[in-house]
């Protein structure tokens, strides 16, 4: 299994910005799937997830209503849209998948991860 995430890039605050991950070697449908991120000298932290049974979606508080996470089962990709970026949100963007679908928002029940995009918010 891999994963391959992009789309990050530069924007300034306000703007909107879409990552997608792209998932191989086996059918994304039965994974649940999750965006983290790390700012430097943070740790890695959870930003929504998706469950693979039902597309139930989870995000962190900080995110709601801004970011919209979906799932294309046929194109085997994952897709964060980010609405109304702040600087705070600067960091590395990682995709992750999981067979286990609880506590979505912890990054040790992930066993796949992609290697991350960078996404930096201008002020």
């Known amino acids: 299994v891999q994963l391959q995430a992009y789309g990050g890039g530069l924007v300034q605050a306000g703007g909107p910005l879409r990552l997608s991950c792209e998932f191989s070697?086996?059918?994304?449908?039965?994974?649940?799937m999750g965006w983290f991120r790390q700012a430097p000298g943070k740790e890695r932290e959870f930003v929504a997830a998706?469950?693979?049974?039902?597309?139930?979606?989870f995000y962190t508080n900080s995110v709601k209503g801004r970011f919209t996470l979906s799932r294309d089962n046929a194109e085997n990709t994952v897709y964060l849209q980010m609405n109304s970026l702040k600087p705070e949100e600067t960091a590395v963007y990682y995709c992750?998948?999981?067979?286990?679908?609880?506590?979505?928002?912890?990054?040790?029940?992930?066993?796949?991860w992609g290697q991350g995009t960078k996404v930096t918010v201008s002020s």
């Open positions: 998706i469950r693979w049974n039902d597309d139930a979606t």
């Open positions: 070697g086996r059918s994304i449908s039965i994974y649940h």
């Open positions: 992750a998948a999981t067979r286990t679908g609880l506590d979505l928002y912890l990054t040790r029940m992930y066993e796949y």
